[in-house]
């Protein structure tokens, strides 16, 4: 992995992304703790075109987004649009809003529509993603919902953004679904996993938790990943001296020169 490879997930600065001029200066911050990549979410509303604009003067690309649920499944040629003004090749179903994935119909159902979506973007050059949570990994017959939303998806139309704190939440192996992934891995989130001194599991700085880096790194770029997006959904103090403290630790150890 290299240092450029990494980005910020900007869903942890959401409450400092409002307004165009939040997102500038949060932007300029971002690229002065290092990262040069950013995957844009839980922004509020900007034009396009400025925000093209603001990243280029601060030299961040646009790596991928995530865009609504709802809209990635019903106006997947709108998703399209929006990935060609800001650049962008990669975007991410971010959560399975009112689907059932306790029913196998349902799952079933979600998969030909992603399928369908997916397939729109690829026409435009551009690759649908899965990021998934822990309740993926229900199980339906045996198998976890994640494993039959892959199997039923084809890699073409749906690839993978696995999120490691939520695999682990979910009783999974990040380094397992990495190797699972195994060309169908453009980019994951990466997000540590602590323990508190109350035994409540939480979000931490990449370093100060329990994953295992230097395997989930080492699978994930074997199975061709692109983008390394640091994650923090909740943080104990100021966002950005958390985002700072991930990049000291991912810079120092797990980048290779």
Not at 19 to 27: F, N
Not at 49 to 73: F, M, P, Y
Request: proline share 5%.
């Amino acid at each position: 992995m290299k240092i450029h490879q990494v980005a910020v997930q900007l869903f942890t600065l959401r409450d400092h992304l409002k307004t165009p001029a939040d997102i500038a200066a949060s932007l300029k911050k971002v690229r002065a703790l290092g990262y040069q990549a950013v995957q844009v979410s839980g922004m509020g509303p900007i034009p396009e075109s400025e925000l093209v604009k603001i990243c280029r003067d601060n030299g961040l690309t646009i790596c991928a987004t995530h865009e609504g649920s709802d809209k990635i499944l019903n106006e997947p040629r709108q998703v399209a649009e929006r990935l060609t003004k800001l650049n962008c090749k990669i975007t991410a179903y971010p959560y399975p809003s009112n689907i059932n994935l306790s029913s196998r119909e349902a799952v079933t159902d979600l998969c030909r529509r992603l399928n369908a979506a997916g397939q729109i973007l690829q026409a435009a050059g551009q690759t649908l993603c899965y990021h998934n949570h822990h309740h993926e990994f229900q199980r339906i017959a045996g198998k976890p919902v994640l494993e039959i939303i892959y199997a039923e998806t084809d890699p073409r139309y749906l690839q993978g953004e696995p999120d490691t704190y939520w695999i682990q939440h979910g009783g999974g192996d990040p380094v397992a679904w990495c190797q699972r992934l195994h060309g169908r891995l453009p980019i994951i989130h990466l997000k540590d996993y602590t323990v508190s001194a109350e035994s409540k599991v939480g979000f931490c700085e990449i370093g100060n938790g329990n994953l295992d880096w230097k395997r989930i790194i080492a699978a994930a770029e074997a199975a061709g990943c692109q983008w390394f997006a640091v994650e923090q959904d909740s943080c104990p103090g100021d966002p950005f001296d958390s985002l700072r403290q991930s990049f000291a630790y991912i810079s120092a150890n797990l980048c290779s020169k």
